[in-house]
């Protein structure tokens, strides 16, 4: 497979900023810029909008859970209580809407219902079966309660906080329509201390300002508890999560066979195939000559004979691709010798494994080294490259570097990228370190299964 290079690594962090979106500088620290940020009102937002979406979700799961736990004397009760379920679920798909819009979190949908046959009963029976229902349902009866708190917090500490701080340009207020000079401290029947001279003013607006600094990083602290509750219980579970990765994984795996089968068969048909096609015609046309003139006929079979060579030498390479007889019999160390050499460039191979890895893992080992030295000799333009082979605990690691370059990339539909799918099939991973002008470092971490 070929990869691109001179492309520019493909996965360079990128700087984070703030949620004013813009990567310019500010002239005012973090700290105080803090209640203007994006983030900082996505977050107010989140908490005001928690109170009415919770009420409405909890009223709706406490009557419907009593109406169906009511009515299970009969068999109305079951269809009630699913529907509570699924009702849950639908508020749970809400939630998740704004926690990805408004808090940034993207737990992933959830894991969705596996209904064995059509039918009600079937439905009903999958509801009650999802553990992720009774967990959303769990979280409409935990996030009321913590929604009234995170919502009187937050709208207090807002409205106290830019009404102090902004207390100088509206205390006029007070003695133009009340009967009062400004804001009462204490007061009883003889007298009153009200916040109405230039020394008060001031101090409320400093008061004023130290808690408008402080509320985003409350309602900050208040939105992390949603979050853990979120993630906690409205997220897909683990088992769910890797059934879908599997599921995925087997696709990957199936692909990749048919593509391999396909390989084969095209490189049999226009290879192998066709030269033996040709070899039978050559010997036919030899046996009608013999008689005739016998010194053509040798010369034809001499032809031949070079061409029964070329095609067991297709053959070989093509069994080679397929499995190497040297990997099956001398194991990793042997085989990846025999890749390296006939490499274009120098090639030093360093194997340092306690035992052998599994047949599949080794086979995807020796393939992953071939496709990355075909990379080598093909893209790269290096003049030398090592190959590293070793296990660190239930892994087992795989690490091709060369002098080349530089600028691979799984991005783009690359040959790596169709790497880094056949070993994320088998729980692999492939970490791609190529910058500009190189050097190239690829490691490849596979399971080891013995």
């Given amino acids: 497979m070929a990869t691109e290079y001179g ?29 203007f940020t994006a ?12 109170l009415p979406i919770s009420i409405i979700a909890f009223t709706f799961t406490v009557t419907m859970l009593s109406v169906g736990a009511g009515l299970l004397v009969t068999f109305l009760g079951v269809p009630v209580l699913a529907a509570t379920l699924s009702g ?8 998740r809407g704004r926690a990805r819009t408004l808090l940034g979190m993207d737990i992933g949908d959830a894991e969705p219902l596996r209904v064995a046959r059509p039918g009600l009963m079937a439905w009903i029976g999958a509801v009650f079966k999802s553990g992720s229902s009774w967990r959303n349902l769990l979280y409409t009866l935990l996030h009321f309660p913590w929604a009234v708190f995170t919502f009187t917090t937050a709208l207090t500490l807002w409205v106290v906080s830019w009404g102090l701080f902004t207390y100088p340009l509206w205390h006029w207020v007070f ?32 008061v004023g300002l130290v808690l408008t600094l402080a509320t985003p990083w409350v309602v900050r602290g ?11 219980l409205l997220s897909p579970s683990r088992l769910a999560s890797r059934v879908v990765e599997l599921e995925s994984d087997r696709g990957v795996v199936v692909d990749t066979a048919a593509a391999d089968l396909r390989r084969i068969e095209r490189d049999l048909h226009d290879g192998a195939q066709a030269r033996l096609v040709s070899l039978a015609m050559d010997l036919g046309l030899a046996k009608e000559k013999m008689t005739e003139d016998p010194q053509a006929a040798a010369r034809m079979v001499d032809e031949a004979h070079g061409e029964v060579k070329t095609a067991l030498q297709e053959l070989r390479d093509l069994a080679r691709g397929i499995h190497p007889a040297v990997l099956t019999d001398r194991g990793l160390d042997a085989a990846l010798s025999s890749v390296a050499s006939r490499c274009t460039v120098p090639v030093q191979v360093e194997v340092d494994l306690p035992a052998r890895p599994a047949p599949a893992i080794e086979g995807i080992a020796y393939f992953t080294v071939s496709e990355l030295l075909q990379n080598v000799s093909k893209h790269s333009g290096a003049n ?4 590293d082979v070793w296990r660190v605990e239930s892994r087992l690691l795989i690490q091709v570097t ?15 990228a169709g790497l880094a799918e056949r070993l994320d099939a088998v729980d692999g991973i492939l970490v791609v370190d190529s ?15 013995t």
Avoid at 15 to 34: I, K, N, T, V, Y
Avoid at 39 to 50: C, D, K, M, V, Y
Avoid at 177 to 192: K, R
């Fill in 7 to 35: 492309q520019g690594y493909g996965r360079q962090g990128r700087p984070e900023f703030d949620g004013a979106g813009s990567g310019r500088r500010h002239l005012l620290p973090a700290g105080l810029r803090e209640p």
């Fill in 39 to 50: 983030r900082t009102w996505r977050e107010f937002g989140f908490a005001l909008l928690s």
């Fill in 88 to 95: 849950a679920r639908g508020f749970a798909a809400l939630e």
């Fill in 175 to 206: 003695p133009v329509y009340t009967s009062q000079d400004g804001i009462q401290l204490y007061g009883d029947e003889n007298s009153a201390v009200h916040l109405d001279n230039a020394f008060e003013l001031t101090v409320t607006a400093l």
């Fill in 222 to 232: 208040l939105t992390m508890v949603d979050r853990l509750l979120i993630l906690g």
């Fill in 384 to 387: 030398r490259a090592s190959v």
């Fill in 402 to 416: 060369d002098n080349g370059a530089g600028g691979a990339t799984v991005s783009g539909g690359t040959g790596l």
């Fill in 435 to 449: 910058p500009p002008a190189g050097p190239t470092r690829i490691t490849a971490e596979l399971p080891w299964r």
